[in-house]
T-cell receptor
Framework: AQTVTQSQPEMSVQEAETVTLSCTYD???????LFWYKQPPSRQMILVIR??????QNATENRFSVNFQKAAKSFSLKISDSQLGDAAMYFCAYPRIIHSQGGSEKLVFGKGTKLTVNP | DTEVTQTPKHLVMGMTNKKSLKCEQHMGHRAMYWYKQKAKKPPELMFV???????INESVPSRFSPECPNSSLLNLHLHALQPEDSALYLCASSQAVVGDEQFFGPGTRLTVL
C-alpha cells in the first residue's frame, strides 16, 4: 500500500534561517509524482513544489527546494531564508492513481508538519 | 482566474436538517474533489468527479450526496448528519491529467449540533 510518512509533527525555525522537513513514502510504481502542500492558519491549501520521479534533478521554487532520493524513497523540503509567512502546516503528498483515466487520483497525505517561524 | 470558491464559509446545522455546500471554479478544470478535514489532521478524500462523472467514492456514508451539475460547479448535499461529521470540508479542482496540481478552496467549516 502506498503510504506517506512525515516523522516531524512540529518544527521551528528562526526567521532568515533554513529548515528541512522530512518525508518518506512507499510505492511500487516506477514513475510517479510527489507534492509538498502548505496550509497556513487561514486554511487554504496551496501547492509549494512538485517533483516528477523520472526527473533526476531536484525541483526548486524560489526559496523552496526538495532533496529527492528515489532509491531511499525520501522527499524532503528545504526552506531557505525562512519568513514569517512560511508558518503553516506542511503536507507531503503522493497522488495514487485509482483509474487509468486522468482525474482519478487520490492524494495520499502524510500527517503533516507544523512549522513555526520565530522572529 | 486561479481560484476555487466555496460557499458558505461556515455552516451550523441540526441532525435533521438538509443543507448543501457549493464549490465553483472557472479554470477549465475537468476534475473536482471533495475532502473532509478534521482539526490537526490531513484532508481525507471523499469524492472525485472527472468530466462531470463520479469517478471515486471513498465509501462515504449516504448522508453525503455529491452532485456535479456542470464542469464548473460541485455540490455536496448533506442530510441527517451526525455530530462527528463536524469538520472543514474542502473542495479542489485540477486538470484531469495524472500528476497535475490540485487547487484547493478555502473550505466550509461545518458544525453539526
Amino acid at each position: 500500500a502506498q503510504t506517506v510518512t512525515q516523522s516531524q509533527p512540529e518544527m521551528s525555525v528562526q526567521e532568515a534561517e533554513t529548515v528541512t522537513l522530512s518525508c518518506t513514502y512507499d510505492t511500487s510504481e516506477s514513475d510517479y509524482y510527489l507534492f509538498w502542500y502548505k496550509q497556513p492558519p487561514s486554511r487554504q491549501m496551496i501547492l509549494v513544489i512538485r517533483q516528477e520521479a523520472y526527473k533526476q534533478q531536484n525541483a526548486t521554487e524560489n526559496r523552496f527546494s526538495v532533496n529527492f532520493q528515489k532509491a531511499a524513497k525520501s522527499f524532503s523540503l528545504k526552506i531557505s531564508d525562512s519568513q514569517l509567512g512560511d508558518a503553516a502546516m506542511y503536507f507531503c503528498a503522493y497522488p495514487r492513481i485509482i483509474h487509468s483515466q486522468g482525474g482519478s487520483e487520490k492524494l495520499v497525505f502524510g500527517k503533516g508538519t507544523k512549522l513555526t517561524v520565530n522572529p | 482566474d486561479t481560484e476555487v470558491t466555496q460557499t458558505p464559509k461556515h455552516l451550523v446545522m441540526g441532525m435533521t436538517n438538509k443543507k448543501s455546500l457549493k464549490c465553483e471554479q472557472h479554470m477549465g478544470h475537468r476534475a473536482m474533489y471533495w475532502y473532509k478535514q478534521k482539526a490537526k489532521k490531513p484532508p481525507e478524500l471523499m469524492f472525485v468527479y472527472s468530466y462531470e462523472k463520479l469517478s471515486i467514492n471513498e465509501s462515504v456514508p449516504s448522508r453525503f450526496s455529491p452532485e456535479c451539475p456542470n464542469s464548473s460547479l460541485l455540490n455536496l448535499h448533506l442530510h441527517a448528519l451526525q455530530p462527528e461529521d463536524s469538520a472543514l470540508y474542502l473542495c479542489a479542482s485540477s486538470q484531469a491529467v495524472v500528476g497535475d496540481e490540485q487547487f484547493f478552496g478555502p473550505g466550509t467549516r461545518l458544525t453539526v449540533l
